[in-house]
Structures are given as C-alpha cells and as structure tokens.
C-alpha cells in the first residue's frame, strides 16, 4: 500500500514538473523514470494513459523518451481519442511522435473519422495531424454509408475528402462493383475515378409494371337463349 502510495506521489510530482507548460501528463498503475540527459526515459505499466489538451491515449504499456518527452511507445489494446480532430483510433501497437503530430499504429489498425462518418482498417496506419492525411496499408478497408473500399495501400485525405486506392482496389457501392489499376473517390461529392485495366459492373433497377388483366370479353349467346326472345 505504502509503496502504491509513493508511486502515485511521485507519478504526480513529475507530471505537474515536466508537462504543466504544455498541458500534457500521464498515468499508470505503477512507473520508473529516468531524467538524465540525453537518456530522458519513463516507463507506464497497466492501465497507462497520455493525456494532452485534446488527445486521450491508453494502453496496457507505455513508454515516454525524448528531452522533450516528445515521443511515446504504447503497446496491448491501445485506444486514441483526439476530440479536437474528431477520431477514435483502436491498435495493438502504437508510435505517437508528439512533436510532429504523427501517430502511426500496427497490427488490426480501426480508426474512426467521426467528422465525416468514414471507418478506415489496415495493419499499418500513420496519421499525420500537420495536413490531415492517413496512410493505410496490407488488408485496407474504408467504409462510409452504402461504399465498402478494398485495397493494399490506400491514402486518405480527411480535409479534401479525397481517397485514393492502389494495390488490388476494389469499390462496392449500392450494389455496383469497380475495380481499376487505382482508383479516386471523391467521399464528399460520391465521385468514382478508374485510371488502368478499369472494369466493373453496374446494376440497373428495373421498374415493376402491374400486370395487365386481359379484358372480359362478353359472354356469347347460346341458340336456345336467343329463341327466347
């Protein structure tokens, strides 16, 4: 318990020396730092976090170095939540460079643009905060509404909205299917670009017509019902 207690006191003391100026702090079930120069070094196990004025990090492990503690490594069911950028990402390994704002992640990668409704998956992912671009690659999946996106290497442009896809890419949308060399879609404008080798398939939704009734034709009158009259 005492021990528990001393970590927690020193967690908090270094915390508010090291990243009061830049709003940034960390948290862990247990901890051991480093500060000698040029070795800067902490190390967060179980239940460890990186929190800044609008990034959320959380992780089974976390390692913080740099002489600016500018760069993190955050290892087992790693979750981010940037609420100022507006995603979620969700990895099982993950590279956050502070100080260039580049996340980049490994291993069954989810992220969630939650500005423009677009779930992007991969096996490697790097975000880059500087001009909003995500490179996904190995086993590529992006979805938004009624498109389902599949490729090898994809580049995702969050400001423009613009996707393009490479190695293998396919698009499913409605119920059409397009697959090309590369491919461009516009997400904001629903815009489908084909550049090599292009092929696809479009269906066309035909229109029921109600069925005709055959007219009535009037019934024939037999000899015996016209002697009658």
Sequence with gaps: MMKRLIDLLALLLL???LYAADDFSFFGDSLSSSRGKGKEHTSLKGNAGIISSSTRIKADNIEIYGSD??????TGTVEVIDNEKGISLKAEKLFFNRKDDIIRVEGSAVMEDIKNEVIVKGNFLEYMGSDETCLIQIGVRILKD???CRSEFARYNRNDEILELTGMPVVFWKNDE?????????LDKDEITLEGKVSGSIFTEKEEK?????????AEETPEE???E
């Design 15 to 17: 915390c508010s020396t």
């Design 226 to 228: 016209g002697n009658k």
């Design 210 to 218: 109600p069925e005709e009734k055959p007219e009535e034709k009037p």
């Design 178 to 186: 397009y697959r090309a060399l590369r491919i461009i879609v516009d």
């Design 146 to 148: 009624d498109m389902v």
């Design 69 to 74: 503690n500018d760069y993190a490594e955050c």
